[in-house]
């Protein structure tokens, strides 16, 4: 499934967002690690978010501890200036349709 250039960055941006707000061991996080550690993001910023919520160890992964962190993670990968008050904007997905999400963004351009 071909995914747009806005389409493709707003399901990244929500990608983005159930990774901040998912639950301590959420399966979410191993499914989104799965369908996108070779994914080529629209934005190097928000592959810096993902690489820098990838890196969180299980058990520090919650979304109070995610959402202190994060900042400081993502700065030191070079990007100070990132908004993050939108990655925690409540959103109402069941885990199911982030999965189907994930696999949407699989399918554009990967890494070689």
């Known amino acids: 499934m071909d995914i747009a250039g806005d389409d493709r960055r707003s399901l990244e941006r929500l990608a983005l967002r159930a990774l901040c707000q998912a639950p301590r061991g959420s ?3 191993e499914a989104a690690r799965a369908a996108l550690e070779n994914h080529l993001w629209s934005d190097v910023a928000a592959e ?3 690489k820098a919520l990838m890196s969180v160890p299980q058990g520090r992964d919650d ?6 962190e994060l900042p400081a993670r993502v700065t030191r990968l070079g990007f100070p200036d990132f908004e993050f008050d ?6 109402n997905l069941a885990d199911g349709q982030l999965l189907e999400i994930f696999e949407r963004l699989r399918a554009p351009g990967k890494k070689t």
Not at 63 to 68: G, Q
């Open 63 to 68: 979304p109070e501890t995610i959402r202190r």
């Open 86 to 91: 939108e990655l925690f904007v409540p959103h």
């Open 48 to 50: 810096a978010v993902f």
């Open 27 to 29: 399966p979410v996080r």
